[in-house]
């Protein structure tokens, strides 16, 4: 029996046929978080757009997925991780530059606000790709941590683990910048 919910299911079926509404449904379902996912794995907004278009490119395709046998949801963020870890591996990373269009109403905090977002960005950047996708996932994609593990093909315990060494890292690296001199700690 599918994991797949019901709609979803019906979605994929009529996209395998052609229908064009029910293609652009799937895609606005995941486009963002395919996307998010890929662009906090490499900062390169051109590569996150990349890898967001090669996902759905093979969901076109559909003759490698199965509903029988999985989500949707694993099979889309499983082709991004792939090629994320291909791009990583092969180009190292990009960094692109987020520019603001709106002028800030406090600078100060504004500026504040960037910096601290931009000292996490960095540390999250710098953990090892496998502890950073984990990261990633739970934190900014929100996935559980068996839809994560359905991705990343690893058991929930590792993922688990790659969490924990991930949060001791960021905490570790983090903790002198955001709290100088402060015994509070990062959780």
Known sequence: M???PADEATLLQEARR?????????YTLYRT???????????STQTAEDVTQE???ALA???RFDPQR??????????????????????GREADELSECAAPEDVVEDLL????SELVRGAIASLPALQREAIVLF????????????????????????LSRARQSLRKRLEPVLFPGNERKLS
């Open 2 to 4: 599918s994991d797949m």
């Open 18 to 26: 052609g229908n064009e509404a029910a293609f652009a449904s799937l």
């Open 33 to 43: 978080g395919l996307f998010g996912f890929a662009w906090r794995m490499t900062g």
């Open 55 to 57: 996902c759905f490119l």
């Open 61 to 63: 395709d559909g003759s």
């Open 70 to 91: 999985g989500r949707l949801q694993a099979y889309l963020f499983g082709i991004a991780r792939h090629m994320v870890f291909r791009h990583l591996k092969v180009s």
């Open 113 to 116: 606000a960037a910096e601290r």
């Open 139 to 162: 934190e900014y994609e929100e996935l559980p941590l068996d839809a994560i593990a359905a991705i990343t093909g690893a058991d929930v315990g590792a993922v688990k683990a790659r």
